[in-house]
Nanobody
Framework: QGQLIESGGGLVQAGGSLRLSCAAS????????MAWFRQAPGKEREFVGS????????FYDDSVKGRFTISRDTSKNTWYLQMSSLKPEDTAVYYC????????????WGQGTQVTVSS
């Protein structure tokens, strides 16, 4: 069974930066797309951005466009979320997700990592 293991969350001041990592481990599976989601207290989980494994093309929600960057390292089976110019409203539990399909719900999910941005 494949697993997604996240790391890199923490506490940062507004305007600061953090990088989250998501590593695919366990049995080898060919992911087609990977994504980041987040869930703030009392709110539903929301899409942050995604990246296609083969092309590296990334898409972002408007709320993070220009501040967040998603990338991947194919040699390490890992993708990243580089967050800059962080705002208190970015505070949430961040989840990585992956899937072998080109669309539909994501099958594989990380355990989540807390990101807290202080004002």
């Amino acid at each position: 069974q494949g697993q997604l293991i996240e790391s890199g969350g923490g506490l940062v001041q507004a305007g600061g930066s953090l990088r989250l990592s998501c590593a695919a481990s366990g049995r080898t599976f060919n992911l087609y797309r990977m994504a980041w989601f987040r869930q703030a207290p009392g709110k539903e989980r929301e899409f942050v951005g995604s990246i296609t494994w083969n092309t590296g093309r990334a898409f972002y929600d408007d709320s993070v466009k220009g501040r967040f960057t998603i990338s991947r390292d194919t040699s390490k089976n890992t993708w990243y979320l580089q967050m800059s110019s962080l705002k208190p409203e970015d505070t949430a539990v961040y989840y990585c997700a992956g899937d072998v399909k080109t669309g539909g719900p994501y099958t594989y999910w990380g355990q989540g990592t807390q990101v807290t941005v202080s004002s």
